[in-house]
């Protein structure tokens, strides 16, 4: 070195603006200039190649850090790491981890908190939660109509579904639910079709097998499933009594059910035969209008007879 604490270097040059460190290490003060030159630093136990503090302070500010596989470069801010770059992602750190403390499993970018990004954005697969508005027209791919979720439905989804609205009910002729003419099959149809049955039957159709002359055998949407259904349209008197008794509308007023009344019919001899205490009659009671032959009465206890007209 010289007077001025330059060193020489062999094959001309100096270093200027001494003082240098030992070898031993220590600290310095002031600029490190290298001019048309590289610095090769080596990294400690730790894989910290070059530490630097905040300005007047002991709080690191930043690292250049170097691994057997790869080089990192970390930025702090009060002391917080706040970016992380990698240059080759692996099982523990992301690429690119910019904010946070510390990195999140694999990738390529991850970011903590708020993102603005004002040119475009391309990846295979966006994962996460949206929240804003999409200003441009977005294509996404169409869900079958059977999955019920909250994806984002597209336009095609939404145009399917309606399109399982039907207009009306649309009938299809006549069922014979004796033969199943025309064959109908348990879940299977078009929504809104039906057909009213001609010949009373019991095909199972769905679970219902009481088919009547004028029923209707409707097919509807009921969410996961669709079936037939019936709508009872018939006409046939029906009820449940004891048979060779005369059937008898039920109860005082308006009645739409039958019960047994107390008139049976007896083909044995007897036409019919009345249990009552009484039975009473105003006007004609019995009348033969064959013009020959007999009336037959059969009284057990007694009879009262006025106004009694023979001919």
Do not use: C
């Not at 300005?55 to 691994?67: E, H, K, P």
């Not at 019995?286 to 006025?306: D, P």
């Amino acid at each position: 070195s010289d007077a001025d604490g330059n060193i020489d270097i062999s094959g001309g040059g100096t270093l200027p603006g001494g003082p240098f460190l030992p070898l031993a290490g220590g600290t310095m003060t002031g600029d490190l200039v290298v001019d048309g030159a590289s610095i090769t630093i080596d990294t400690d136990t730790a894989g910290n190649s070059l530490v630097w503090t905040e300005s007047d302070s002991s709080t690191v500010a930043g690292q250049l850090r170097g691994y057997a596989n790869r080089g990192d470069i970390y930025l702090y801010a009060s002391g917080v790491k706040k970016t992380e770059i990698s240059s080759l992602d692996d099982s523990f750190i992301p690429a690119l981890h910019i904010g946070g403390t510390a990195a999140a499993s694999g990738g390529v970018l991850q970011v903590t908190g708020n993102a603005n990004i004002s040119a475009t954005v391309t990846a295979t697969t966006f994962s996460g939660d949206l929240n804003g508005t999409i200003n441009t027209a977005t294509l996404a791919t169409t869900q079958v109509n059977a999955i019920d979720n909250d994806t984002v439905a597209t336009t095609a989804y939404v145009n399917n579904k309606i399109a399982l609205i039907p207009a009306g009910l649309v009938f299809q002729g006549t069922w014979n639910a004796a033969t199943n003419t025309p064959t109908l099959t348990s879940g299977s149809g078009t929504t809104g079709n039906f057909y009213i049955v001609s010949v009373a039957g019991s095909t199972n159709l769905d679970g219902i097998t009481d088919w009547k002359v004028g029923d209707w055998a409707v097919f509807i949407e009921q969410g996961a499933s669709d079936q037939w259904e019936k709508i009872d349209n018939s006409s046939v008197l029906d009820g449940i009594g004891t048979g060779q008794t005369l059937p008898l509308w039920a109860g005082s007023g308006t009645s739409n059910t039958l019960t047994d009344s107390k008139l049976v019919q007896n083909t044995a001899g007897t036409l019919i035969t009345a249990f009552t205490n009484s039975l009473s009659n105003t006007g004609t009671f019995i009348t033969n209008s064959e013009g020959g032959g007999e009336v037959g009465l059969t009284v057990q206890s007694r009879i009262l007879l006025e106004n009694l007209l023979l001919k």
